[in-house]
């Protein structure tokens, strides 16, 4: 088999509009207004009468239009991402939320009456008698009805949306993406001064062999977002109480947090057990913190040092070029399964992927899904660590999970948030193993503590995330609480987590600013430690049973959201509402915390 060598760039979105000033786009509009407008002159057919073949019409015809929402909304969202400093494309991320909201409140009679204006019976009845793929979706509609309001006040929530809390969101992004980060390094008697345009390259440096390069990238990231604290703050506290008021007030959830696990098709006590778990474990990586400050030969490890590698030579550090990182991902994935590496391999074929590092490109690494007939796009930060390599085999196992699901309607295609990091963390972790062949005690030593690190960024780090989310949404309601409050209160979480294992200095207060998923969706860091511990169970589960796990597997991934996680779960023999569950994963963490210090 030939070397699979795609080069760093841009990706290419004429797959979804060629030309978004056109007359083709426009037309392409044009013809969604016009299916939206049959489907209004239907309206009339929808009665406890109403037979199962109408139903699934209507169900089909909104899918269709939500296909080609998508293809225009994700357009404006991954041109607006490669470039955040394009007023135009800004512009077309408004123009296609103002559309979005409007098709939304003309569609809102079907999803409304489905909820509220049809008698039991008739639910019933056309849950049992359509296709069964839509079954625990409208079962879960049915369940949100309790939260649903009248239609005319869901139309001026729908509406008012666009130039409310996602025009806040988007002032966040672009303000954000365009921040410049001053780095001062003492060279001797000489002070170097290097200027950062773009969040993710300066956060290499946290990782750094050099301490005070490590040093320097968190003064210089807390300085700037404390700079900017006033403005970020009041964003996020808008966003909180705009929160309460629709979804507490207006809607009756018990709690903010509920709201996120409802819409995953989660019981509260699941996600309750989850994080108290998670809190009773913190003790876990207190011990590996102080067993890494012995590694490191410091008395105590200080926060700024969190993600030091073991290793001060940089030459043990592993850089990867963009061809070899695609090659090592793909053969990972092939080695796994054939299909994985062929999924994979379509999204760069079609130019689906966007890896360069520029000024103004959205920070971070996401794959975006658009449509199960369609190919995913990935964008990526790609600068040659082993760091990167993971986040690409994380972001394009999320294209496999999407793609393996593409037999779903669009309706019940996207896995519910619980189980969205399901593939990419089981693509981490294969690709972990990958990297393990072949390596000295050195490189194997330095690899498991980069992995025991990812564990705690992704598991105990995110559960306190949430912690915060909870507290922090508590205080703005009831005390209403200032930006410096909020900065003390999740100081003091970050004590919490981390015991007397970290030094933790004041300048951490600032941190919960740059976390853009406090500020784009409430609630949702619980997911990757739900997903992170859960693939750690799948993952001893294909170890010990090898490939006829992987049909199992496959059979998870292919449900997309047509189930509620909690019973598809079961049938593979996973009890995500017990306590003992979820404390496996914690048991093995610290196996491999153990095998860290028998290597020192």
Known sequence: MTLFTPKVGSWKLDDLVKDPNGKEFQEFLESISTKVTQLENRRKNLNDKVSTGEFEDFLHSIEEISEKINIAGGYAHLSYAADTSSNERAALVTKMGI????????????????????????????????????????????????????????????????????????????????????????????????????????????????????????????????????????????????????????????????????????????????????????????????????????????????????????????????????????????????????????????????????????????????SPKMTPYVLLNFDGKSRDVSTMAHEFGHAIHSMTASDKPITVWDAPLPLAETASVFAEMLLNDKLSERITRVERRILLAEQIDDMYATIMRQAYFTLFEIDAHRVVAERNATIDMLSELYLNNLKEQFGDSVNVTDDFQWEWLYIPHFYHTPFYCYAYSFGNLLVISLYQQYKSEGKSFIPKYLDILSAGGSQKPEYLLKESGIDISKDEFWQQGFDLVAAKIQELKKMN
């Open 99 to 370: 559309f979005g909201s409007n098709i939304a409140n003309r569609l809102l009679f079907f999803d409304l009456w489905f909820k509220k204006g049809v008698g039991e019976e008739t639910a019933q009845r056309l849950i049992e008698s359509v296709s069964p793929v839509y079954r625990e979706y409208l079962k879960h509609q049915r369940l949100l009805a309790k939260y649903t309001l009248t239609e005319p006040e869901e139309k001026i929530i729908t509406t008012l949306e666009v130039t409310g809390t996602s025009a806040l969101i988007k002032i966040y992004d672009r303000m954000t993406s365009g921040f410049e980060f001053v780095v001062t390094l003492k060279r001797g008697r000489r002070s170097i001064t290097r200027t950062f345009t773009n969040k993710e390259k300066l956060l290499t440096l946290i990782r750094s062999t050099k301490a005070e390069e490590r040093e320097a990238a968190y003064n210089s990231l807390l300085q700037v977002y404390k700079k900017n604290s006033g403005v970020l703050g009041e964003i996020y506290q808008n966003r909180v109480i705009e929160w309460r008021d629709e979804y507490m007030t207006m809607r009756g959830f018990r709690s903010p947090i509920s709201v996120r696990n409802t819409h995953n098709d989660l019981d509260d006590t699941t996600v309750e057990t989850l994080l108290a778990v998670c809190r009773r474990n913190s003790i876990v990586f207190q011990d590996y913190f102080k067993q890494k400050a012995k590694m490191l030969g410091v008395k105590k490890l200080q926060r700024y040092h969190l993600y030091a590698p073991l290793s001060i030579k940089a030459s043990d550090q592993k850089r990867f070029t963009y061809g070899k990182a695609t090659d090592t991902v793909l053969k990972t994935f092939e080695d796994f399964h054939p299909k994985f590496r062929e999924f994979a391999e379509k999204v760069f074929n079609e130019q689906h992927v966007d890896s360069e590092i520029r000024k103004s490109k959205l920070g971070g690494a996401f794959c975006s899904s658009i």
